[in-house]
């Protein structure tokens, strides 16, 4: 039942949306840019909680969004943990009890509508914005990004340029804009006037098309040390986009797995990370 649901749940949303295009080209789009920014989960569970109550905690204030920040006290360099979608701090808890052996002062927290922050909706520049604050805040030396978390670690790198930040840390992240609409329009079965409204309000809302915002493109300019994993078989965000931005970030590693998955707990990922962020 809960597979039927998962189907077609997703087709009455696209045909709404398409009906509703009929009627106001500005309605569907907003429509479709707010259903495309609401996570369906991602909050605390009452089994993560008990781990995260370990951390010390705190609450910044960011765009209107009250942040959950947890952190794991050490006496070497500042990371900085990015969660991906519907996601939050605790899948972090791998890495977290690696880097704590390591000695590392660790700094994560929930991004906004998920975890124990506050918020409806995320997207990357909301993303990127309200991690300035805990950057300049807490000024980290590494910044560890997963997913979405490791698109928003580039975009803010491109957006900041942040020099106290040194190494990035890029995890299954996707890098073309354009190519996750496509994948919402072919999820939801949307048609091209929904998708062209849709493109239009994104441009007046923030500055740029679709086909602009690539993380490929934006660190072209990079300077700073990066490693990039990635999964071959991921079937989340495809592999080659890393290879994409590999290509163009001459700074940067690229080590791609094969069974891993999306999400990337592994010890021999947290080991491949810690020897990079040890490297001189």
């Known amino acids: 039942m809960k597979k039927l649901l998962n189907k077609y749940i997703p087709l009455a949303y696209g045909s709404y949306l398409n009906t509703l295009a009929i009627f106001s080209k500005e309605k569907v789009a907003k429509k479709a840019f ?6 369906r989960k991602g909050k605390i569970l ?6 995260l109550e370990i951390a010390k905690k705190e609450i910044v204030q960011s765009a209107n969004v009250k942040l959950q920040v947890y952190e794991w006290t050490g006496n070497k360099e500042t990371i900085l943990l990015l969660h991906g979608w519907e996601s939050n701090a605790f899948r972090w808890r791998n ?6 052996e390591e000695n590392y002062n660790i700094i994560a927290f929930d991004a906004p509508a998920h975890g124990d922050s506050s918020g409806t909706i995320l997207n990357v520049p909301l993303y990127s914005k309200v991690t300035q604050t805990i950057v300049e805040k807490y000024k980290p030396r ?6 979405i978390g490791g698109m928003t670690t580039l975009y803010n790198n491109h957006t ?8 990035l840390v890029i995890l299954g992240a996707p890098s073309e804009f354009y190519a996750i609409l496509n994948d919402y329009q072919r999820i939801l079965k949307f048609n091209n006037k929904v998708l062209g409204a ?3 309000y994104i441009k007046k809302e923030f500055g740029f098309k679709p086909e602009e915002f690539s ?5 072209k300019n990079n300077t700073k040390k990066g490693l990039l994993i990635h999964d071959k078989l991921d079937k989340i965000a495809p592999c080659k986009d890393s290879e994409l931005v590999h290509n163009n ?8 797995t094969e069974g891993f998955g999306h999400s990337l707990h592994q010890d021999e990922v947290s080991n491949a990370i810690v020897s990079f962020l040890k490297e001189v």
Do not use: A, R
């Open 249 to 256: 970030w001459k700074n940067s590693n690229l080590i791609k």
């Open 95 to 100: 890495l977290v009890k690696i880097l704590k």
């Open 160 to 167: 900041y340029k942040n020099n106290f930040v040194d190494k």
């Open 142 to 147: 590494h910044i560890i990004g997963h997913s």
């Open 46 to 51: 009452p089994q993560q909680k008990e781990y």
């Open 34 to 39: 707010y259903l495309f920014c609401t996570p």
């Open 215 to 219: 993380m490929s493109e934006y660190v």
């Open 198 to 200: 849709l493109k239009v």
